[in-house]
């Protein structure tokens, strides 16, 4: 009830995932009927072969977008990122007022650059049709080893973890935040990355309503309520909850 209380927008398996990480094991039934409620985002319907497509591929895959925040002054700004498939793991990549075809393409060197320094195991990158990408920006990416991959024309279902995790950022933070220039939504939007990636547990195949930073084989004990503390961020749109040290 508590976590209901102060996160309005979290529907019954978002609380199951806090709880697990804070180590309790609730099902997700068992949650509904106490908040009587039965808001669960539905399941993204796709293809069959694209489905068994990311299935099999999961581990190497890559998903990059775009998406645009106006601001305050209504000027357009435009943000680039990736998110790995399996991990649900997202990196911002820039942000621009002007996602020129030159732009996008050594937004696309930083990103190749930094995933031979990793190591990468990718193989695949999911695109959609957008005009700012073009052959060079495509170019890139084989010449690392990494296939792009194009989604269906105005099919976007087929990138739907980007286009996911673009959806829970409006709903949970730039929808409900006043941005006032670049600067400002590059802070917002380092806060929020921080709080995906390592203070908000995830359903998606695999995660077992982790966060994509937390330790994949370590498995919580249940700790006592009244230690149970929560870290707001950005003014309280966000809420992590840890022990008390």
């Known amino acids: 009830m508590r976590l209901a209380r102060e996160n309005r927008t979290w529907g019954a398996v978002r609380i199951q995932g806090e709880l697990r990480r804070l180590g309790y094991r609730v099902a997700a039934s068992t949650?509904?009927?106490i908040l009587r409620?039965?808001?669960?985002?539905?399941?993204t319907r796709r293809d069959k072969t694209w489905r068994t497509f990311l299935r099999a591929q999961a581990d190497s895959l890559l998903a990059f977008d775009f998406f645009h925040v106006d601001t305050v002054t209504l000027k357009r700004l435009y943000v680039a990122f990736v998110i790995e498939i399996t991990t649900r793991r997202v990196y911002l990549l820039g942000i621009t007022d002007q996602p020129t075809a030159d732009w996008v393409v050594q937004v696309a060197r930083s990103l190749a650059s930094d995933l031979e320094e990793a190591g990468h195991r990718f193989r695949h990158l999911i695109r959609d049709h957008d005009a700012k990408?073009?052959?060079?920006?495509?170019?890139?990416?084989?010449?690392?080893?990494?296939?792009v991959v194009l989604t269906a024309p105005q099919a976007p279902q087929m990138n739907a973890f980007a286009e996911r995790w673009i959806g829970s950022l409006r709903r949970e933070c730039i929808d409900r935040i006043l941005i006032t220039g670049q600067g400002h939504l590059r802070h917002v939007l380092d806060v929020y990355?921080?709080?995906?990636?390592?203070g908000r547990s995830h359903q998606g195949n695999g995660m077992l309503l982790r966060a994509p930073n937390d330790e994949p084989n370590m498995i919580p004990f249940p700790v006592r309520i009244d230690t149970i503390r929560r870290q707001q961020r950005l003014g309280g749109l966000l809420n992590e909850y840890?022990?008390?040290?």
């Open 242 to 245: 840890r022990p008390a040290a």
């Open 37 to 43: 409620i039965s808001r669960v985002p539905p399941s």
């Open 193 to 198: 990355v921080a709080h995906h990636n390592a």
């Open 133 to 147: 990408f073009g052959a060079a920006f495509d170019a890139v990416f084989v010449s690392i080893g990494i296939q």
């Open 31 to 33: 949650i509904r009927r």
